[in-house]
Structures are given as structure tokens and as C-alpha cells.
């Protein structure tokens, strides 16, 4: 249903500004007290498959084999949750969505599904409750602003949904607009999700589980902050507005939780994933490590959420990118000079300055020993894309060094570190980021691409630049290819 410009609004717009109320025919997909029952209801699980399992450790099963077994049941269980419940749930299921990735093929297929449910079956807004999810940021009038607006959703988002509509002065826009009641359902799945901290072994071995936790909850009410996540889409539209190769549409306006910006015409990435050809796949995910990369020194700003669905090939050929709520104002302070004493210990030193770094920057608990050698060993193989001119990432890759790194077993290193929280934005970016460029299968020049913004850390690890400038020499891979795709609305 598209709908035509009304009359002008009248009042005062702050009412715009209020916060949506829930109401009968626009609440949250899933009443709060039912969502709260669900999520508790994991670490209920978990328990009882633990006590489950010692019983058959008794029967002579090895532990390995019955943590592992535990591992997989809790990880489909909570997907399977996350997927029923959308909001904050599904955010945090695109965090763990990386694991789905890293499972054998033969026991990824319960994973897609649920995973699935988290991407595709947000229940779609009825056109009474838009108008009251429109009415209650932009006034009763709100109509008069749009050329047209059509009513049904083109787009769904964890928290709301996006429409297709025509500004007032002619310009094709997106509309994203907050579920009725949004707000309320994610601060019920907040004050839930704190009851999973039992469970982050299966995922976050060792890490500072509170602290990551906060980092998690501080990420994700930013994205409920629509007047923080407009002011980051300017200053990325402003940074790339004249890339050749990247597009990121201008913010026209926003009204409380009403954010309205230019639409993109363009395929998902999510089909480049699907259908690509192969050398569709290496330009557009070097193109999305060259938007991640190169945003920290045009913006200042990192991107946090770079997953397929927030990137479209343009008919033009250039990367648009969409959804800018999980941002953050980066580096913080004393990121680089750790970022530059990791890789001078890991390409050019050793499993001593490794451990020194380690202690330093808070990876480890003061105090607490932990194998040296081993930690090396264990993180000198996830440096291979920067050892060779290209490059190529697949699932299969991921998979090796996922496992290894959340292997159960009480030997694994990284069971005696810790995760700072600070690190959870630049984690979570570059986790989403490598989880993409494996579905794509991207082959590149990975380590010229990010010598090209971050020269100094190229130094670092592989001596001084040669004569012929890295910018010159990645350049050219991104002229004159156009994608094969057909472009889709």
C-alpha cells in the first residue's frame, strides 16, 4: 500500500521526540514475560546437560567427547531461542552467528536454520501500528513530509523495519522505524542475557565475562540511539563522499525513532554470497576491508557491524553500505601502541615479548601463569593472509582456526586469558568482518590493502616498504570491473 502527501503538520514537532509506547496492534513480536521465560530457560538447559554428561563420563565416554557434545547442544539451543526472539536477542546471535561458520558441514545444517529464523521471520509491522510507530515520532501529520510512502515493509531490522518512501522534495529515501514498544523489549533481553555469563565458557573462554558483557549492552543501546547512529552515517557519508568505489547514502532527516536517508538501488551482498561469481566475490569483499579499514583514518570512527546484509552492489559498481547504529569513535586511547607491540611479538618476535604484551595490555590476570610457547603457536597461524601477496579466506579456514582457538579441552591456551572489554567493539567488527569474507571466499591483497592504510604496522611486521608504493599497487583491482549480478530494488 503506498499512500500519498497529506496535509501540512501542525503543533509543536518535540512531540516527535516522544518514546513509542507499545500498544495492541504494534508491541514487541514476542510478549516480555514469554521472551524472559525462554532466555532463562538456556542456562536451566545447560545445567541439566552438564549433569547429564557426567553420567556419561561414568559410562566410560571421554570428557572431550561430552564437552564437545554439550557444546553443540547448548550453541543450537540458544540459536534456536535467539531466533524466536528477535530485539536484542538477534543481535547477539549475529554476534555467535561466527560459530555457525566454524562448524563441520555435516552438523552446521540445525545452525543455518535457526540463524535463518534470526535474519527473515521478524513479523512485519500491520499499517496501523506504522502509523503508530510514524505518528508517535513524527506527529499525527506525518504524512505531509513524503511524496509517498508505502506502507509495507521493504526491509527488516532487529528492532524495526525499513520503507520505501519519496522525501517531500522528490529524493527516493529509506524510512527505519522502531518497533512500538522496541525500547522496553530490549531492556528486558539486557537484564536476561546477564544470566548467560554460566555459559560464556562455551564461547568466550577466559574472557572478563562482566566487563564484555557491559561492552555488549553499551554496544547495543547505542543502536536503540537513532540521533547517535544518524550523526555516525553523516560522518561516514561525509568521510566517503567522494570514493569512487564506496557509496553511503545521506541522512535527510530524523525524528525521534524515525531515521530517514537516501535509498540505495542495489543487490545484497547476501546474493553475491549465494550466486557471485568468483571475481565478484574478490572485488567486493576487498572492498569491504577496504571500507572497514579505511574509515578509522578518513572518520575516526569504526564500523561495527559489517556483515553481508549491510552491503549492496551498486548498478554502478560501487560497495554501498546501510545500518549504521553499531558504531563506535575509534581508536581509544593507547589502542595503537598495543596494536603496534602485537604484531612487532607475533611477526617479528617471539613467545617471550608475546607473553610480555600479553601481561601488559590485561590479555592476562596479574599473576596468573600461563603457557607462552603455546600461546604463540596457537596465534602465528592466524597470521597467514598477510604472509603471501593474495590471499584466499573460506569457511574451511575459518573453521580450522575457530575450533582451535574454542577448543573445550583445559590444555587450550587461551582458557588461561582474559578478554579486555575495551577490545569487544574492534572484536566484534573484525570477527563479523572475516565471518563475511569467508562466506564470500574472498581472494586478495590483504596484507597490501591494509599496509595501505595502516603502513606503519606493514613496517612493523614486515621491514621497511618497497620502493613501488602499496596504494598503486592495490588500486587498479577495483577499476573497471562492474559486477554480473543483475541489481535488484
Not at 137 to 164: L, N
Not at 258 to 278: A, C, F, K, M
Not at 428 to 448: D, F, K, N, V, W
Not at 459 to 477: C, F, K, N, R, Y
Request: glycine share 8%; proline share 8%.
Amino acid at each position: 500500500m503506498t499512500i500519498r502527501r497529506g496535509p501540512a503538520p501542525s503543533g509543536d514537532e518535540s512531540r516527535g521526540r516522544r518514546l513509542f509506547a507499545v500498544s495492541s496492534n504494534g508491541g514487541p513480536p514476542v510478549r516480555r514475560s514469554v521472551r524472559n521465560a525462554r532466555l532463562a530457560g538456556v542456562p536451566v538447559a545447560f545445567a541439566g546437560r552438564r549433569a547429564v554428561g557426567v553420567g556419561k563420563r561414568a559410562l566410560g565416554r571421554s570428557a572431550a567427547e561430552v564437552d564437545r557434545e554439550i557444546q553443540l547442544r547448548t550453541a543450537q539451543h540458544i540459536f534456536e531461542v535467539l531466533g524466536e526472539l528477535k530485539g536484542c536477542a538477534a543481535k547477539l546471535g549475529q554476534l555467535l552467528a561466527i560459530y555457525e561458520l566454524a562448524l563441520p558441514p555435516e552438523l552446521a545444517e540445525p545452525y543455518k536454520i535457526a540463524l535463518s529464523r534470526l535474519h527473515d521471520a521478524a513479523p512485519a509491522m500491520l499499517p496501523g501500528a506504522v502509523d503508530t510507530a510514524m505518528t508517535a515520532s513524527m506527529g499525527p501529520d506525518w504524512r505531509w513530509y513524503f511524496r509517498e510512502f508505502d506502507e509495507r515493509r521493504a526491509a527488516a531490522a532487529s528492532i524495526g523495519q525499513v520503507h520505501r518512501a519519496v522525501w517531500h522534495d522528490g529524493t527516493p529515501v529509506a524510512v527505519k522505524v522502531m518497533y512500538p514498544g522496541g525500547r522496553a523489549a530490549v531492556a528486558g533481553d539486557l537484564e536476561q542475557l546477564r544470566r548467560f555469563t554460566g555459559l560464556a565458557s562455551v564461547f568466550l573462554p577466559g574472557a572478563d565475562i562482566t566487563g564484555v558483557l557491559d561492552a555488549i549492552t553499551e554496544c547495543v543501546l547505542e543502536e536503540l540511539d537513532y540521533a547517535a547512529e544518524a550523526r555516525y552515517q553523516e560522518a561516514f557519508a561525509t568521510a566517503f563522499a567522494d570514493d569512487p568505489d564506496i557509496r553511503v547514502p545521506r541522512v535527510l532527516a530524523r525524528h525521534g525513532d524515525v531515521l530517514i536517508s537516501e535509498w540505495l538501488d542495489g543487490t545484497p551482498v547476501t546474493r553475491v554470497v549465494e550466486s557471485g561469481s568468483q571475481a565478484e566475490r574478490d572485488r567486493i569483499g576487498m572492498l569491504m576491508v577496504r571500507f572497514v579499514a579505511s574509515a578509522w583514518s578518513r572518520s575516526g570512527l569504526l564500523y561495527g557491524d559489517p556483515h553481508p546484509g549491510n552491503f549492496r552492489v551498486l548498478p554502478d559498481g560501487r560497495l554501498g553500505v546501510v545500518d549504521f547504529g553499531a558504531c563506535a569513535v575509534w581508536p581509544p586511547e593507547g589502542f595503537d601502541e598495543m596494536a603496534q607491540e602485537c604484531v612487532r611479538a607475533v611477526f617479528r618476535g617471539g613467545p617471550p615479548e608475546l607473553a610480555a604484551v600479553t601481561r601488559r595490555y590485561g590479555f592476562a590476570e596479574p599473576g596468573r601463569a600461563f603457557d607462552a610457547e603455546a600461546l604463540f603457536t596457537t596465534i602465528a597461524p592466524c597470521t597467514e593472509p598477510f604472509e603471501h601477496d593474495t590471499y584466499r579466506l573460506s569457511t574451511r579456514w575459518l573453521r580450522k582456526h575457530v575450533l582451535r582457538l574454542t577448543n573445550p579441552r583445559l590444555s587450550n591456551v587461551l582458557r588461561q586469558l582474559s578478554l579486555p572489554a575495551y577490545i569487544t567493539p574492534f572484536a566484534r567488527s573484525m570477527l563479523t568482518l572475516i565471518a563475511a569474507l569467508c562466506q564470500l571466499g574472498t581472494e586478495g591483497p590483504y596484507r597490501a590493502e591494509i599496509a595501505r592504510w595502516f603502513p606503519e604496522l606493514d613496517e612493523i611486521a614486515h621491514g621497511p616498504a618497497d620502493e613501488q608504493p602499496v596504494a598503486s599497487a592495490v588500486t587498479p583491482l577495483f577499476r573497471d570491473q562492474r559486477p554480473v549480478s543483475a541489481p535488484v530494488g
